[in-house]
């Protein structure tokens, strides 16, 4: 809880932490912090992975292509990556935010 509040306060005050993209043909074996990876080959992107930025440590996984359920997009620099649209937990941390500019931004 405290691990979150240090991360809203951070985001309010331009402090927070920045993301930046990894590019990976397969599921990393582990999950860093601050890191975005995109999971497929050539521009074929199906899945991207990311640690909570609440500090839970939850793992959380977006789908970038199929028919069925939301699909999140990764546009930007691999420094500076951009999720659109938002990414709302429903379950754990229940977090809501952002990332733009490779930036968290939280919903409030």
Request: proline letters at 6%; hydrophobic letters at 35%; charged letters at 20%.
């Amino acid at each position: 809880m405290i691990r979150r509040f240090i991360n809203w306060l951070r985001g309010l005050f331009g402090r927070a932490a920045t993301y930046r993209i990894q590019v990976l043909a397969d599921v990393p074996d582990r999950v860093d912090d601050r890191t975005l990876y995109v999971i497929g080959e050539r521009q074929n992107y199906w899945l991207a992975i990311m640690r909570c930025p609440c500090g839970c440590g939850a793992e959380i996984q977006l789908p970038l292509s199929g028919s069925d359920g939301p699909r999140w997009t990764v546009s930007g620099t691999p420094k500076a990556p951009t999720l659109t649209p938002s990414v709302h937990r429903t379950k754990g941390c229940r977090s809501h935010f952002f990332m733009r500019g490779g930036t968290i931004i939280w919903c409030r």
